[in-house]
């Protein structure tokens, strides 16, 4: 017992007593400049502005493929990354880039419907980006006419 005291008790006062730098020594110029830098662009955000947020496929047959090709552009003070997009439904498929998008550019988001329901549908993608809000949003929609025989003929509204 009295060993094992004995031997923590040095082992502290190596610990303490190794360490002799002294930490403002390490601060330099170029350090205090980045922190600077870094403080004053905080503030600054991407910001995600779409040509359209929402697109209608108008009518189309269950089981039709369609796409469409959502445009943004980084109106924001940063670099926009994308981290993720996901849909309200499995059905719907969007595709983003991967790569940041600099200020003043633009990008572009595919969004894949498989036309599955019937009559009128609508889906929402929501993006996950490192802009201020944290979330944007798109929409479609379209008419889907059931195919034949499956029960249920379209209801059409004047």
Known sequence: MKKSVLIMALASVVAFTACKENASDKVSEENVAAAADRDANAGKFPEMTFDETEFDFGTIDQGTNVEHTFTF???????????????????????????????????EMLVKFNGSGKNQVSKTVTITANTQQGKETIKIKAFVNPKEGTGGAPVQTK
Do not use: Q
Not at 84 to 106: F, I, L, W
């Open 73 to 107: 552009t980084n109106t924001g003070e940063a670099p926009l990354v994308i981290v993720d997009a996901k849909s309200s439904c499995g059905c719907t498929v969007p595709e983003y880039t991967k790569e940041p998008v600099a200020p003043g550019a633009t990008g």
